[in-house]
């Protein structure tokens, strides 16, 4: 499989996450350029008169390699202090759309998650045998005669239309 620059990547991940929340009845407004501040997309629900009854800021990542680094260790820190972190840095309101693209062929549909960043950060503290780690893992296994672990998204994260209507 071709493998897409950072770019590319970004780019495909918030295409398809405009493509998901439009069809799960969701108007989107797409800020378009490097380093958007705090959000990527605007998805707005309306009710039959069109007036909105919500409005989502998703911050949208994308990856190739079954994973995003989304809290990077900081100098000094634990992976739980550097991943606490992070989590005070997200807006409030926010979530975040994971669209994973490894393994995926080219016509197929790339893996689609949401979570809030509190459940996220929770979940980066866990992996790793509770030692945490910055990078959200897909689903990583690890068996080593010091380290084991089986670190996994949460199947409640996968993208729905229940799901994106109750986040």
Sequence with gaps: ???MSKRQCEISAEAYATHLLARCGY???VQYGANQPKYDL???????????????????????TGGWMLATKKSGLTYHESIQAWKQKQSTGIIFMLIE????????LPRAYIAKPDKIAKHLCSQFGRRGWGALV??????????????????SWK?????????
């Excluded at 993208?159 to 209507?165: L, P």
């Design 42 to 64: 605007v998805a707005v629900k309306n009710d039959t008169d069109g007036k909105p009854i919500r409005t989502l800021f998703v911050s949208v990542k994308g990856g190739q």
């Design 1 to 3: 499989m071709t493998k």
């Design 101 to 108: 693209f490894k393994d995926v062929p080219v016509g197929s």
């Design 27 to 29: 108007d989107v407004f």
């Design 159 to 167: 993208f729905t239309q229940e799901r994106i209507d109750k986040i």
């Design 138 to 155: 897909e689903d990583s296994q690890r068996e080593h005669p010091h380290s084991q672990h089986h670190d996994k998204i949460p199947c």
